[in-house]
């Protein structure tokens, strides 16, 4: 907490974000070893709750594959919550918590969606109307679970679809060559390679929504515009908003606001067109304290 000039406390970002986190419910997604894995749920308020089973945007964290907070998107949860979704934001592992990387990271996606299929009833969700979040790291393990097929846990049940039914990603990892980011993180280079999404583009892909600042120092832009150009191609439907003269983590709400409302209303403006969410005329943030 700091003082703000009126002489009153004012919470700060990552303090927010930690508070927010505590308005969820929290279960236990998957198990692993002696590792529990939790998801933070949020719910819609009554009076926006649907009168049908609900969407959900389930959120990855962005990390090297090394540490992150799962508290990142927890505004993104609450306002989302707000237009009627169910929301969660997932943990997976990472090195400095877990000894883990991406292929742990890539399985724990996979097990999330899975997850969600297998209790859409409790929930209370429409189970083909998922939409995976992710930023950076975060970002190539939801979207990896659409697009790869061999790195699941193998001691994984594996009846339902992993694949979410949309994708919004903020600075994603898409290329993880030497022009990429993230080579080094791989136990090999041949793993490497076949965890590179732009070489595993295909049609079919689910609808996605990427956000990218040009001036990203950490994750190219360039991986971002190949792999877009390419999925087009393809004939997906795959829309790359370009932030001029952004750097890496833009969007989050404790480095400026302005981008975060903005490509919050941009997350807004898809889901609503892919049906997922009703369009609201009053949708909007305003200033937050």
């Keep these: 907490m700091e003082i703000n000039g009126e002489g009153h406390p004012r919470t700060l970002p990552l303090d927010r974000n ?3 986190l ?4 929290e279960e236990v997604y998957k198990v692993v ?3 529990s894995l939790p998801v933070y749920i949020w719910e819609p308020p009554a009076e926006k ?3 049908y089973p609900k969407s959900v945007a389930a959120f990855f964290f962005s990390s090297g594959w090394d540490n992150g907070q799962v508290a990142q998107f927890a505004p993104h949860c609450v306002y989302f919550a707000s237009r009627g979704m169910l929301t969660m934001a997932f943990d997976y592992r990472v090195s400095s918590r877990h000894r883990a990387g991406p292929l742990e990271a890539m399985a724990d996606a996979r097990s999330a969606m899975r997850w969600l299929r297998l209790n859409a009833i409790e929930l209370g969700i429409n189970p083909g ?3 995976g979040v992710g930023g950076s790291c975060g970002a190539h393990a939801i979207a990896s679970a659409a697009m790869l097929s061999k790195f699941d846990d193998p001691s994984e049940a594996v009846e339902s679809s992993p694949v979410p039914n949309a994708l919004v990603l903020f600075n994603p990892v898409l290329d993880t060559s030497k022009k990429g980011f993230g080579l080094d993180r791989f136990p090999d280079a041949g793993l490497a390679k076949d965890a590179n999404l732009i070489r595993a583009i295909d049609k079919g892909l689910p ?3 990427i956000m990218h600042g040009t001036a990203d120092r950490v994750v190219p832009f360039g991986g971002s515009y190949e792999f877009a150009r390419k999925s087009s191609k393809k004939k997906n439907i ?5 932030f001029e003269g952004q750097g890496h983590g833009f969007f989050n709400f404790n480095l400026s606001f302005e981008m975060y409302e903005a490509t919050l209303m941009a997350m807004d403006e898809f889901l609503v067109e892919l049906g997922f969410i009703e369009p609201d005329p009053e949708a909007g943030l305003g200033k937050i304290d």
């Design 238 to 242: 795959c829309r790359l908003i370009e």
């Design 49 to 51: 709750e649907p009168p």
């Design 18 to 20: 930690r508070e927010l």
């Design 129 to 131: 109307k998922i939409v």
């Design 33 to 35: 070893g002696d590792v």
């Design 22 to 25: 505590k308005t969820a419910r």
């Design 207 to 209: 609808p996605m929504l």
